[in-house]
């Protein structure tokens, strides 16, 4: 490539593996020379060699103008996109990725090789199928491999991963940054995502596992710790999802390895997982590995990608819970956050993704039994609840059983059973005949509701609930007497008969006076009335608990007085009203000022002035004695 600077503008000449010359000025020229090199003949003359090279020239025009104009990844995602949807893809996909493919294993160059990775990694988006194609990706996971073990910068790395950047003058990395990325940063960036991608669908074999030693794993963990201060997570958590996918892939690849054995009746070496060992072996120094784990678990959208990435994670945690080597590998603080994420999931997950759910119930049992959870009682309340809520109302909707099972094997657990026994007994709560033995009766509760008098004792109203129940029985309960008691009169007079219940006389009117019921009054002081409220049993001054009090005092220390004798408040029957004090006299009003009725002829101003004395005049209508004095 040549670049020749001029006044206005920088031209770049780039010479492709044809011998064409482009001369590019400006965005605009790129994309339009994208555009003529993908457009094929109209009449349908186009040959498979033509085919051929329309595909070699677009790797070749992007490739050289990529650190120019692709430098986004939407950029470079367009560019893939329209060579996805010419006809090169549209009727000869299959021989393009086939050509694609062999281009990638012969090529030296790295701008080629990234220009046609990206392409495979666009086309596999859109056809799954060429994903899970094992003969095609075959021969390209080594070289794959071998970018992944670049070793970069991480800040060069970091600026590649998009950085993002700040106003001028903020001292950003993207402002500060000089000259074009490494490619190597690039390459093996997209080598990890593209081996991801292909551990992510495809089932590989023992034989082909063996190329994933325990270096490259290792290689793998240090990647994680080496970029956990890049301010773009993308990379990391990318390798991070390899790590798990790679162990999905030793799990599935030791279940048959196993099964083959005990088939065969032969004592085959067992395939180890080596990603659980190189963790073990590293079990100090990849702390950053588990938490971003629980990171991506919290932060992951309901996506079909992140739905997968899930799944492989929780995998892997199983495995490191219910193996004794890993068990605590995790912070106590970090499991805590791994609790909250298990409720959040369990409750808010719909019927479609249930087999994410299985999953986080499988892996909900050991994190609550193996691991420092065990000890460390941390919102079990809510697991009981958010558990309890995945199989109820099952007479109402279908319940699955694999579900079901689950959730009796975690509420078996240890940890819920002593939790029920303590404050979860809903026997204990729900048994309402014990804590119903002795209450008051409705009446009682509402007599003492009612009752507004300051000076009642409490002891009062305690003896009155414990013996309102005993109204029916011959033994009534004895009440201390004091001296307002000796006052009463015996309330078993042959005018009234004996009430039905406590508080009976008092809820049926009644014209009866008040001076029938003796000395109840005496007491407790009278309650002051207003004067326009009339006064009678039903409505009148005497609470009801007085009438109880009355009606169960049953002996008296003295007899009682006479009815004339006792000392009863006046009531508008027997004693007579104050007379009402004469309202005041209105404010006299203050004289009016003399009115002028002339003028002399001097001038002066004449006035009527009313006389002062109280003479016959006063008593004549119509006169008035005047006097004219001049002014």
């Known amino acids: 490539m040549m670049i020749l600077a001029s006044d206005s503008a920088v031209n770049m000449l780039a010479e492709d593996d044809f011998g064409i010359i482009y001369f590019i000025e400006n965005p605009q020229q790129f994309w339009s020379e994208l555009d003529d090199v993908l457009r094929l003949p109209s009449d349908g003359s186009a040959t498979l060699s033509m085919l051929d090279t329309t595909l070699r020239r677009f790797v070749s025009l992007c490739a050289s103008y990529h650190e120019q104009y692709l430098q986004s990844p939407l950029q470079l995602e367009h560019a893939c996109l329209l060579l996805l949807d010419s006809e090169l893809f549209t009727f000869h996909s299959e021989r393009m990725c086939e050509l694609a493919i062999d281009e990638v294993q012969s090529k030296t160059d790295p701008h080629g090789q990234f220009i046609l990775y990206n392409i495979l990694l666009f086309w596999g988006r859109r056809q799954s199928a060429f994903l899970r194609n094992h003969k095609c990706w075959q021969p390209l996971i080594p070289l794959l491999m071998d970018h992944s073990l670049v070793e970069i910068d991480p800040e060069a790395e970091d600026l590649y991963l998009g ?19 490494a490619i190597e940063a690039k390459l093996r960036s997209l080598g990890v995502r593209l081996l991801y991608e292909v551990c992510r669908v495809q089932k590989l074999s023992e034989e082909d596992l063996r190329i994933f030693s325990d270096s490259f794993i290792d290689h793998l963990f240090e990647l994680v710790e080496q970029t956990r201060l890049m301010s773009d997570e993308t990379f990391n958590y990318l390798v991070i999802k390899l790590i798990v996918a790679l162990n999905e892939q030793f799990m599935v690849a030791g279940l048959s390895s196993t099964a083959q054995s005990q088939g065969s009746q032969g004592k085959a070496p067992e395939l180890r997982n080596r990603v659980l060992d190189v963790l073990i072996s590293r079990l100090g120094s990849s702390k950053t590995f588990g938490e971003n784990m629980i990171f991506m678990l919290n932060r992951a959208s309901r996506s079909s990608e992140d739905l997968c990435m899930q799944l492989l994670v929780l995998k892997l945690l199983y495995i490191l819970f219910t193996s004794k080597a890993t068990s605590e590998y995790f912070y106590t603080n970090d499991l805590c956050v791994l609790v909250d994420v298990f409720l959040r999931e369990l409750v808010d997950l719909d019927d479609e993704s249930e087999s994410l759910r299985h999953t986080y119930l499988r892996v909900l049992h050991p994190l609550l039994t193996k691991t420092q959870l065990r000890d460390i009682p941390y919102k079990r309340p809510q697991i009981v609840m958010a558990l309890e809520s995945l199989t109820q109302n099952a007479n ?3 319940v699955n059983p694999t579900t079901k099972r689950l959730v009796e094997r975690c509420l078996t657990g240890e940890w819920c059973v002593q939790l029920r026994k303590t404050s979860f007994d809903k026997d204990a709560l729900n048994s309402q005949g014990t804590f119903r033995q002795g209450s008051p009766s409705h009446d009682i509760v509402a007599s003492t509701t009612q009752d507004t008098s300051p000076s ?3 002891s009062a109203n305690l003896d009155r609930a414990s013996g309102s129940a005993s109204l029916a029985t011959p033994k ?40 029938s019921f003796g000395g109840i009054a005496s007491a407790t002081p009278s309650i002051p009335r207003r004067r326009e409220k009339s006064i009678s049993v039903d409505n009148g001054p005497f609470p009801s608990q007085q009438a109880e009090k009355f009606l169960h005092v049953k002996h008296h220390t003295h007899p009682p007085p006479s009815p004339g004798a006792s000392s009863l408040p006046p009531t508008p029957s027997t004693a007579t009203q104050k007379p009402r004090r004469p309202p005041p006299a209105p404010p006299k009003r203050r004289k009016p000022p003399p009115i002028p009725v002339g003028k002399t002829h001097g001038g002066a101003v004449i006035t009527a002035i009313a006389s002062s004395s109280s003479s016959a005049a006063a ?13």
């Open 476 to 515: 009534l309960k004895q009440i201390k007497t004091s001296r307002s008691v000796q006052n009463m009169k015996s309330p078993l007079s042959p005018r009234f008969p004996l009430p039905r219940s406590a508080t009976a006389s008092f809820r049926r009117p009644s014209t009866d006076s008040v001076t």
């Open 619 to 631: 008593n004549q209508p119509g006169k008035q004695s005047r006097m004219l004095t001049p002014s």
């Open 456 to 458: 009642q004792p409490l």
């Open 396 to 398: 109402i909707r279908d």
């Open 163 to 181: 950085a993002g950047s700040t106003p001028s003058g903020g001292g950003s990395r993207s402002s500060i940054m000089m000259g074009p990325i």
